[in-house]
T-cell receptor, first 112, second 112 residues
């Protein structure tokens, strides 16, 4: 079955540590996205990529980094520069405008 | 900057009643999406509205789009407890844009 796989489901980060969230899709979608969701809030765009080896900053890119070396993979690194990283992170992909997004199951990141 | 506003943000309703959630957006777009999110879960696509006047129905939910008024509605008919969730609308940025901008969501609680 085609879909998007995010891992891990839960992640704990110590102060000053970088952590990487995985996102893999087998839908053959060109575009991939990372969103952050805080309690009671909508989704805010962190980064997006429309093609391999190219990505663009979203509204809240500071303290995050991404790579897109393969069409199937779009990992997100939460760096120590992100001062308030505790949130629910959602990865999504799309083939084009008309289809909307397919979402992964999310990663819940907590600072300990 | 595209802004998407939903109202109400919280909705408590009795089973069997009808209600409407509203989604207003600030710039021209002919594509609007509705998603459902259960607590702690990812987003599930409900409707994709691709043109002015589009109306789609699934069970007790019906969504419509008026691009001239920049307004979409999600109408709930004879609510049941299983519809309790948070509902998000999202709008894309127009031709050439793959990004979706989300509203803050409407948290719906259906009370027996």
């Amino acid at each position: 079955d085609g879909g998007i796989t995010q891992s891990p489901k839960y992640l704990f980060r110590k102060e000053g540590q970088n952590v990487t969230l995985s996102c893999e899709q087998n839908l053959n979608h060109d575009a991939m996205y990372w969103y952050r969701q805080d309690p009671g809030q909508g989704l805010r765009l962190i980064y997006y990529s429309q093609i391999v080896n190219d990505f663009q900053k979203g509204d809240i890119a500071e303290g995050y980094s991404v790579s897109r070396e393969k069409k199937e993979s779009f990992p997100l690194t939460v760096t120590s520069a992100q001062k308030n990283p505790t949130a629910f992170y959602l990865c999504a992909s799309s083939i084009a405008r008309a289809s909307g997004y397919t979402f992964g199951s999310g990663t819940r990141l907590t600072v300990v | 900057e595209l802004k998407v506003e939903q109202n109400p943000l919280f909705l408590s309703m009795q089973e069997g009643k009808n209600y409407t959630i509203y989604c207003n957006y600030s710039t021209t777009s002919d594509r609007l999406y509705w998603y459902r999110q259960d607590p702690g879960k990812s987003l599930e696509s409900l409707f994709v509205l691709l043109s002015n006047g589009a109306v789609k129905q699934e069970g007790r939910l019906m969504a419509s789009l008026d691009t001239k008024a920049r307004l979409s509605t999600l109408h709930i008919t004879a609510a049941v407890h299983d519809l309790s969730a948070t509902y998000f609308c999202a709008v894309d940025g127009g031709a050439g844009s793959y990004q979706l901008t989300f509203g803050k969501g409407t948290k719906l609680s259906v009370i027996p």
